[in-house]
């Protein structure tokens, strides 16, 4: 039924609805007057007119069996969709069968004056709107909806139903979103299964490959709504009005009192014969008719919570802070975090190799406790790592690069860290040596007894030209410790793309040339090692490493057993998840701002699953093995042939390590300034075209720019010391956090992978921004340094602040807590099941 546009009266909608809701409390699903508490966590979506009273209600735990009940209401036989009959036959088929047959009954129709009847609308559980386009309510049936909803009914609206009631917020609330056009055709498109928890979603593929009639939307929803599918943009055409990579395509929230599910699919006949689309119907409409529960409250942004724990420093003191480079989580909720050794800006920095205290340095350690919520200085060491900005041969960024706990932590108080001691700096050949060594923490007093090092590890680093020191630790469930390496190599000489100029160097040592380090199969440097402490203080080798020490063309001394990982560049930071024992990385690539037919990729900062050892190819290949052009002497600057992605050799005069490498192991992500995982045709020969108006982009989600990689956790929700009061819920559950330094175009995600392909060049399947819920801005966490999940299941973020090489006001300790409560509906008010 179609009437003249009008705008609904609030007041008089209001008045209504007391009048319903009432009348409603009494009848609805057989109910007890006396109502029980509305679900914890209801969002309410509408207020009340001033002066006008309103009672909102919600329902007592509604009977089971035949007594469960869905309407179908559709529209009038002239305005009648074809999808409409294949709908409630579909509705009326889930209803009988399934896990528990039986489970509702449907009944249909399109006499709208049911939303007037109280008694007769409160014998249903859920409401299902299967209508097209136009005002089919008038203001007091509305008013009724509105009364059902906020007593504690379900809605569920399906594609069509986005359209209805274009003059009415409340029921744009509702339904969450308008589309911006009717699309006339259908399209194959690629559905991400974002929600792998909810009733709707949990048994679908990871990537749904099915057509349907593909919404744009006027306002996306993401963010007020809890999005539980996206379409995939680049899997069809999605014509004007795209919305992007974060296209919701199904969404529910806590509304009004009740329970809102909608989905933009549905849009043809076909639709409704579908096994997995009526397997996405029948867990909407489990939700809302209260058969079982579900999280719609996970990702609506107000429920999170981001708060500064740490005040500025004291002038001229690092009391609070140090540079920000790194945290860690102790069991007991105690976050242990240091600065590199930037001194605050009072401070002087000397540069001049003459002078003995050439970047001298504090590389410090504070506690916070969010018991009391103080913070203590532990301790510092002495470290070389305080040059301050300049060129690459000015700056530096050694220091105290990482830290991490013992597994037995609380019981013997051992701290790792991961440093450069400035009294092992050579002034004369510019060399270092980095160390990992452990420490023991006083638990009583937070203070660090630095006499109590042993020294596990230490290898030599060039400091003659600055950069990517690398740094991040983590330990397995096997008491295997990790250990990140930069692969301690200048940018400057390769013009921004591979780092493999071998004729800048300092006395013989070569600083620009990364085949000596991070490709060199007998270096330290450029890897994620992998060693097996020892109570003693030293470390055992696990087995299962990158090299026996027995490769084909070994000839003694040319492999180190620590190598876990080689072929990286500068991994800042490295997660490994308990459950799965997955090692994550991220780290940073080079500076050429775009693809060169020439040299080969643009500048790609990387993360990557990691399930076994091997070569991730830096400075060989990057991406999904996209080779560089070799260089050598006598002349760098002519280009050679492209590398073996498959078989590369490493033919520096700096290395000393083997020549043949193990093959490239294609990386998870890759991103550039010209968007998130390029990739290009390739020749006969597998050589990529590098031309930008080729490429295509497989992460259309991430872009960069001023881009540097910080690798997050892998969240696991449930653990024994959660606290419900603050910790993130379980939608997040196995989701993989991505981030940058920088907070623009950059990535701050929370993907998921598909464990099919996890570790073996497998693209993330799905991803979500958090990027309002980890505030970016010049007032939030603009340059996120290190994040971690507590124990209890908040989220601790550090942010360097605004300047480099030092701290500032805005270096910051930031906790991100959740306040979005349980699933709803309560435990003690779902449906009984008629097959009970």
Known sequence: MHRAPHHRSRRRRATAAVLLTGALGASLLGGNAAMARPDPGVQTGVQSSPGTARTTLSLP?????????????????????????????????????????????????????????????????????????????DPEQEAGLEAYMEAGGGFVGIHDAARTEPYSDWYTGLVGARPTTSPATAQRAVVEIGDRQHPATKSLPLNWKRPDKWFNWAVNPSGSVHTVA??????????????????????????????????????????YSETDFRDHLRGALDWTTRISRADCKATITANYTAERVTQPNQPGQNDQIGEPHGLVAAPDGRILYIGRGGADSTQPVITDWNNPDIGKGKGEIHVYDPKTKKVTPAGALTVFGNKGGGDELIKVEEGLLGIELDPDFMTNGWVYLHYTPHSRINRDTHMAERYVSRFTLDLAT????????????KWPVQIHSCCHAGGGMAFDTKGNLYIATGDNNSSRFSDGYSGNNPEPNFKGVSFADARRTAGNTNNLNGKILRIHPEDDGTYTLPEGNLFTGKEPDEGGGKTRGEIYVMGVRNPARIFVDKTTDILYAGWVGPDAGAPSTTWGPAKYDTFAAITEPGNHGWPYCMGNKQPYRDRNLPDPAKPLGWYDCDAPKNESPNNDGLVNLPPVTANTIWYSPQGGGPDYPRDAAGIPSYKVEEQKLLLPWLKGGGQATMNGPVYRAGGSASDPAVAWPAYWDGKWFVGDFYDGDQPRHAVLTDPKTVGKGGIPVHAESLKKIIPVGADGIRNLMDWKFAPDGSLYVLDYGRGFFTSDSKSALWRVTYKGGEATPAADRLARRAAQ
């Open 230 to 271: 996206r379409v995939k943009e680049s899997s069809y055409q999605p014509g004007q009005g795209a919305n992007g990579w974060d296209h919701p395509v199904s969404w529910c929230r806590d509304y009004d009192g009740g329970r809102s599910f909608y989905t933009g699919m549905g849009g043809t006949v076909d639709s």
């Open 61 to 137: 735990s509604p009977p089971g069996g035949a007594n469960v009940r869905v309407l179908v209401f559709h529209a009038s036989a002239a305005d009648e969709s074809p999808t409409v009959d294949a709908g409630i036959a579909a509705i009326e088929q889930i209803g009988l069968s399934g896990p528990a047959a039986g489970r509702f009954r449907t009944e249909a129709t399109d006499d709208a004056s049911v939303f007037t009847n109280a008694k007769k609308l409160g014998r249903y559980n859920a409401v299902v709107f299967l209508t097209g386009g136009g005002d089919v309510l």
């Open 446 to 457: 937070n203070k660090l007894d630095l006499a109590s090092e042993k020294v596990l590890l």
